[in-house]
C-alpha cells in the first residue's frame, strides 16, 4: 500500500482560509472512509473530519463544523479540507488517513505524514 500525502499547508492569519489536499493510491476512495486529523503541540490526536466511500457521509469534530469542509474527487484519487474563519487553536500538523472499511469505523491502518498549518497573527 502506498501511503497518502498531504499537501496544502502553511502559514495564515485567524480568519484565512486554507484547503489541504491528499492523494490516495488509486481506487481509495472508491473503497474505503478516509479522513483529516490533526496534531497540535503538547495535545492528543484529534479526528477532525471523516467521510465514507459509500454514500459521501461526513462527520466533523464539534471544534470545526461550520468553518471546515471534506470533499473528495474519486477520478483524482484526491481528499480535501476546506479550512475557513481559521483559529489560532487549529494551528496542528494535519494527517489524512484510511479506515479499512467504506464507513468511518476509527480503525485507520494508513497514515500520511502531516502538513503543517499555523494560524498566527
Known amino acids: 500500500q502506498v501511503l497518502p500525502v498531504e499537501s496544502g499547508g502553511g502559514l495564515v492569519q485567524p480568519g484565512g482560509s486554507l484547503r489541504l489536499s491528499c492523494i490516495f493510491s488509486?481506487?481509495?476512495?472508491?473503497?474505503?472512509?478516509v479522513a483529516w486529523f490533526r496534531q497540535a503541540p503538547g495535545k492528543e490526536r484529534e479526528g477532525v473530519s471523516c467521510i465514507s466511500s459509500s454514500d459521501g457521509s461526513t462527520k466533523y469534530s464539534d471544534s470545526v463544523k461550520g468553518r471546515f469542509t471534506i470533499s473528495r474527487d474519486n477520478a483524482k484519487n484526491m481528499l480535501y479540507l476546506q479550512m475557513n474563519d481559521l483559529k489560532p487553536e487549529d494551528t496542528a500538523v494535519y494527517h489524512c488517513a484510511r479506515d479499512p472499511y467504506y464507513y468511518c469505523s476509527g480503525a485507520f491502518d494508513f497514515w500520511g505524514r502531516g502538513t503543517q498549518v499555523t494560524v498566527s497573527p
Open positions: 488509486e481506487d481509495t476512495l472508491d473503497y474505503y472512509a
